[in-house]
């Protein structure tokens, strides 16, 4: 089939499908669908019906275009003819057809059988049909005059259809309708009254149900979501079509004796991969595609394999290190395939398939410089050495191998399509000459295959049933298949996700290189920066990282943009059950406890778990309390307020883990207004019970400062939620983002912290141990703060919550002190909102959640971090 340029056109398009019989509408409504719209041009040029035809015909041929099955794609011109010389008529064959197609997939089959289940060349006559109709009628006879023209009709019809399948269905219609008349006469008033409608029964209360509410049956869709894929003795079925502009239209498909081969190598198992390159160590890609496919594993169980594969076909871009962290970082995410192989593995099998793509036709040496290609492309002009003959081709290419062209002056091209509408369809290059030493093949080649050339090909040569990968590669699919079918190789399963998008930071590896290379930040493990190096040094585990991945699931919706907090939730979870505790002062501000003797230290018990035993020691660690303390800046005030629960002038609060002290005296700097040092009171007796708690520190001896450390203090990198569509984009790039902090003070327990050991400082947030501390000085990085309660303004606090279904009972265990409106922001932007959100249990009555004026689909992971973020429910959690 030949689709000319100029039909791709709406207003020819509408023409087209106006000529075969279609009424405007639906030729509208078609051409507003564009995979429709190529399906059905397809159809018709290939029912050779460009310049017209009956109305019947092209209603078939629009059925064809809508509802063909897509695993018989290679038989479609077969029916076509069939329904252009009017052998196939009615719908009732068209059905029967698609019926015998689509068990036949792509397998040759008897045309006589097949006319035979279509019914081709059976006529019925309308004598025949009325004689049937009767029949049908006087066995029904009882039913339809009880119910009258409230009949069901098409029980009628579907009586008629099953003693006369290939019968006009317009004639059954009319004789049916004619029938009836003759036996009920005109309608009356009675026939037109709507029958009443009776109650249901509401069913006996059942003692288990709630039970059954605490336990619902997940449907199979929720509980495996990789349903959508096909099983490997279903990849029968075409991939995709191809279209040229020279030729018919190429059906991509497995033939039954190639999949039959690679079902018995494989045992019938599922086998996917994760590609990894150079960059992919930095970005999130690779968590995401690996979580994907490991959770894909484990739906499958014991019938499915996941590898390892790095495309390492640039030996320029290759170095050992990069392939170390690759490993390194591999193993610290937790990931274990069963196999690791490399590109490079099947440099030989690459290279001898070439050769067979040359002998074949399908690839030349082309000698055009990068810049004449990419002129060409942009013109759709074929190169001027295209048609070159075959064995001269192979002649060039086994000169390149051997190493006698320089680089540069020749490459190996695939003979595709220069006048395609996909451009990864301008005969692609399959191999280059380099003269540079790979870091696994050593010296031994110097043509190296390219990454469109051998992708496709080692999934291939590996059996992979399933290819995942994001969807920028979707307009990859062509000459992914394209090349495996010239070759005559298996063709695995192909399927693209969305990418991973993440508020207030860009995810593209070229933005993020421009980020790097020009200093705008300190590297790739910048901890601003999601990459997976960055996320590390920041302090974030593998762990959070695997279940924000989960959590996300996969679509191909690739406009949806994941919420940062989202991340940020994942990451508090897991660090909240593993980071221990520890006070640290970013900006300290001196105290003197004037009643305290001078030169008294106290060793105090501090808790490094919320919730420790009094009995385990090893959930303690010691905190000096002596003379000077040193408290936050901010956690004094020379006004007090009745919400403010910090210290002032006469005004006292608890010192954690230590005693109450009172404000006596503030100290002003020579400026009169700089707060220079604080003097207080403490009451041993801890008889005061004021309401704030702050954290401090204190000098471990007489007129010896605390611990000195760095703390590094990390925010969203970009101002804006979606800075890569800014057109300026660096200009959003948050000045604030990075902020260090060099007089901080710790409790001296944090002076044997090791490079990587996390903790909660208290009151402020998570952090780690940065690679750049040394013996003299250690540097904190700040993973992420602790959770935003309800604000002091009293404003509710918006969150992102998990997709997922809100449920009544999740409240019933928790006892709620408010009741108040609360919204919540679902995935993807959308309201929902509850009246009496946060009820929970009020004495003997029980409360919970009204029905939401919407019904999304939300999810609470962790119900106390949704209720206590939103300020409706106040529980005592330790911290």
């Known amino acids: 089939m030949v689709v000319k340029e100029e039909e791709s056109s709406g207003t020819t398009s509408l023409e087209l499908f106006l000529k075969i019989g279609l009424d405007e509408r639906t030729a509208r409504n078609t051409i507003a669908n564009n995979k429709v719209t190529n399906n059905l041009t397809a159809v018709i040029h290939e029912a050779g019906a460009t310049e017209g035809c009956n109305r019947n015909i092209g209603n078939l041929l629009y059925t064809v275009a809508t509802k063909y099955p897509a695993n018989a794609l290679i038989h479609r011109p077969t029916l076509l003819g069939y329904i252009a010389s009017t052998k196939i008529k009615t719908p009732a064959q068209l059905e029967a057809a698609f019926s015998f197609l689509s068990t036949t997939a792509s397998e040759s089959f008897e045309l006589k059988e097949f006319e ?3 019914g081709v060349g059976v006529e019925v006559s309308e004598e025949d049909i009325e004689r049937t109709v009767n029949e049908v009628f006087e066995q029904n006879k009882g039913s339809i005059l009880e119910l009258r023209y409230r009949t069901n009709v098409g029980d009628l019809f579907g009586h008629v259809r099953k003693r006369l399948p290939w019968a006009d269905p317009k004639i059954v219609k ?46 199979s869709e929720d509980l495996n979501p990789f349903l959508i894929f096909p099983n490997p003795v279903e990849n029968f079925k075409v991939h995709t079509e191809i279209f040229f502009s020279d030729r018919p239209v190429l059906r991509c498909c497995n033939t039954k004796e190639v999949l039959d081969k690679h079902l018995k190598r494989t045992s019938r198992k599922v086998y996917t991969r994760f590609p990894l390159s150079q960059m992919d160590i930095y970005t999130l890609v690779m968590p995401r ?29 290759e170095k050992k290190e990069y392939i170390n962290h690759i490993e390194e970082i591999v193993e610290w995410m937790g990931w274990k395939p069963f196999k690791i192989t490399y590109t490079s593995d099947y440099f030989q099998e690459l290279y001898e398939l070439a050769v067979e793509l040359i002998r074949r036709g399908h690839a030349y040496i082309d000698h055009q410089t990068p810049e004449e290609i990419k002129e060409y492309r942009e013109k759709k002009m074929n190169s001027p050495w295209r048609d070159r003959p075959i064995a001269e081709s192979l002649k060039l290419f086994e000169e390149m191998r051997r190493g006698m062209i320089e680089e540069g002056k020749a490459t190996l091209r695939m003979k595709q399509d220069m006048q395609s509408d996909n451009g990864n369809m301008y005969d692609l290059i399959a191999y280059r000459i380099k003269f540079t030493p790979h870091p696994h093949s050593g010296d031994k080649w110097c043509i190296y295959p390219s990454y469109d050339y051998a992708h496709c090909i080692v999934d291939s040569l590996e059996d992979i049933t ?82 924000f991945v989960r959590g996300i699931g996969i679509t191909r919706s690739d406009s949806s943009t994941i919420r940062l907090e989202r991340l940020e939730y994942h990451i508090r979870e897991e660090l909240n059950r593993t980071a221990p505790r520890a006070m640290v002062v970013l900006q300290p501000l001196k105290v003197v406890i004037t009643n305290l003797e001078s030169g008294l230290v106290m060793d105090l018990d501090a808790k490094k778990w919320p919730d420790a035993s009094t009995e385990d020691s090893s959930a303690f660690y010691k905190v000096p309390f002596s003379r000077v303390v040193y408290i936050e800046q901010s956690d004094f005030r020379m006004k007090d307020s009745k919400d403010y629960y910090g210290l002032a002038p006469g005004k006292s609060v608890l010192l954690r883990y230590a005693f109450p002290i009172k404000c006596t005296e503030a100290v ?34 007489r007129e010896v400062d605390p611990l000195s450390i760095e703390v590094r203090l990390f925010d969203k990198l970009f101002n804006s939620e979606n800075p890569a569509e800014l057109e300026d984009w660096l200009a959003d790039v948050n000045l604030q983002s990075k902020v260090v902090i060099s007089g901080a003070y710790a409790v001296p327990s944090l002076r044997d912290a090791a490079v990587g050991d996390r903790f909660q400082f208290e009151r402020l947030g998570y952090f780690v141990v940065d690679k750049d501390s040394t013996p003299e000085r250690l540097v904190f990085n700040r993973t992420v703060t602790l959770r935003d ?38 995935d993807g932007g959308h309201e929902v909102r509850f009246e009496s959100l946060a009820l929970g249990v009020h004495g003997d009555k029980r409360h919970c959640f009204s029905s939401p004026t919407k019904k999304q689909r939300c999810e609470v992971v962790t119900l106390a971090y949704c209720l206590v973020l939103c300020g409706t429910v106040n529980l005592d959690c330790g911290d």
């Open 116 to 118: 035979e289940a279509c």
């Open 174 to 219: 009319k004789l049916i309708d004619a029938k009836l008349y003759e036996l009920l006469g005109e309608r009356t008033a009675a026939d037109n009254e709507k029958p009443s409608k009776q109650k249901k029964e509401k069913p006996a209360k059942v003692q288990d149900k709630k039970v059954a509410d605490d336990n619902p049956v997940q449907p």
């Open 289 to 317: 595609q690996c979580s994907l496919a490991l959770a894909w594993q484990r739906s499958e169980m014991d019938a499915a394999t996941l590898g390892e594969e790095y495309d390492d076909t640039n030996p320029e871009a």
């Open 466 to 547: 399933h290819s995942l990968c994001t969807l920028e590669f979707e307009t990859r699919r062509a000459s992914y298949y394209w090349l495996l079918h010239v070759l005559d190789l298996y063709q695995p399963y192909v399927w693209e996700y969305s990418r991973l998008n993440v508020t207030n930071t860009v995810m593209s590896k070229r933005k993020l290189n421009f980020l790097v290379t020009n200093k705008h930040v300190d590297g790739w493990d910048d901890p601003r920066l999601m990459t997976l190096a960055g996320l590390r040094r920041r302090g974030v585990t593998s762990t959070a990282i695997n279940a």
């Open 668 to 701: 002003l700097a020579d400026d009169n207004e700089t707060i220079f040092e604080i003097r207080a009171e403490y009451d041993p007796s801890k008889k005061t019970k004021p309401k704030g708690v702050i954290h401090w520190v204190a000098e471990p001896s």
């Open 789 to 826: 309660g309800y604000g002091k303004s009293g404003k509710l606090n918006q969150v992102s919550i998990e997709p997922g279904i809100l449920k009544p009972g999740h409240l019933e265990t928790w006892a709620a002190r408010t009741s108040q409106k609360a919204c919540f922001i679902g």
